[in-house]
């Protein structure tokens, strides 16, 4: 019988969500299991369609696979395989989950550095009360300038966000012609070195694709503004890690706020620890109660067009390596 596999333990799935899954596909199986390979891996040969993070490799090359839907909105891993580009299989992503955390982060990092909470809570730690004498650094976002790297879903709240602080938003993304009610201007990537030395903030949420890797390098740290913040909820790749930790020591940059990075988890001998003016977090940013709930909730949307021969939302452009219908 022809099995849809979940990628989690039946502990993990919500009951009413998997009744409405079981009632969409009654004529297969349903296989929950964190570890299929060493669970049953004769049994994978039957699976048509998955849901979860990371498929396993034996899944994804046994030829049978017809849709695999991803819990996460990047597709890092479809990478390891030689010509990604044509795997056979329909790709879709839980892109769009994400925005309202990921938004509320990138606001809890800009304002924690711009009110100066950082240094508060340090203080606050060794019971000492740190005032500020006037002329002293607690900056307000109103009328500065923020480029959003990657206007998608993430990118558009980001933006919504950064208006309702009456801040201008610069956007960048692939489909330069598509507008955002949110942006006041969007850009093409060529035209990232040109549109740099306007913003004050900089926020990268671009997905890992080959070219987007060190987006972010020396030349264009020597191109934004002295004292820009840069948030990167991306990838760590899009930053060269050696020339921003030079930009911030120098000065040139104000501050960081990091949950991505180039080597994860960030080693504890990295400089970016010690700096006031970064803010580290692990790999978190896109975290919500019940992460699982909505990945699934999608899943089961997209099933119920999978089913009826509609459209799938989300589809992977496989030589994109990230979807462009949200």
Not at 50 to 70: Q, V, Y
Not at 76 to 101: E, K, V
Not at 135 to 140: I, P
Request: aromatic fraction near 8%.
């Amino acid at each position: 019988m022809p099995t849809v596999l979940i990628l989690q333990n039946p502990d993990e799935v919500n009951p009413v969500q998997l009744d409405a899954l079981t009632a969409l596909v009654p004529g297969h199986e349903i296989w929950m299991t964190r570890d299929p390979v060493g669970d049953d891996l004769s049994r994978l040969k039957t699976v048509e369609i998955s849901t979860g993070f990371k498929p396993p490799k034996e899944l994804i090359l046994n030829g049978c696979l017809k849709w695999h839907h991803a819990f996460s909105a990047g597709m890092d891993w479809m990478f390891q395989y030689d010509n990604y580009q044509d795997l056979p299989m329909i790709l879709t992503n839980s892109s769009g989950i994400h925005a309202i955390p990921m938004s509320e982060h990138t606001f809890a990092m800009i304002l924690a550095h711009e009110r100066g909470l950082t240094g508060f809570i340090r203080s606050q730690s060794e019971r000492a009360w740190q005032s500020f004498p006037p002329g002293s650094r607690l900056q307000t976002l109103a009328d500065k300038t923020m480029l959003v790297l990657g206007v998608g879903a993430i990118g558009t709240r980001v933006a919504k966000l950064a208006q309702a602080h009456d801040m201008k938003v610069l956007g960048i993304r692939r489909q330069a012609n598509k507008t955002c009610e949110f942006v006041d201007e969007m850009f093409a990537p060529d035209k990232l070195d040109e549109v740099l030395p306007r913003a004050d903030y900089i926020v990268s949420l671009l997905p890992n694709t080959p070219d987007s890797r060190r987006i972010l390098g020396a030349s264009q740290f020597s191109r934004m503004k002295t004292g820009a913040f840069i948030v990167n909820l991306g990838r760590g790749i899009h930053i060269d890690e050696d020339a921003m930790i030079k930009a911030l020591e120098s000065g040139k940059l104000g501050g960081a706020g990091l949950d991505t990075f180039e080597t994860e988890p960030l080693s504890a001998s990295s400089p970016l620890w010690a700096m006031e003016n970064v803010i580290i977090s692990p790999h978190c940013s896109g975290f919500q109660p019940d992460y699982g709930y909505e990945a699934r909730r999608l899943f089961i949307k997209n099933l119920e067009r999978f089913v009826s021969g509609d459209p799938l939302f989300n589809v992977v452009d496989k030589q994109l390596g990230y979807s462009l219908n949200h």
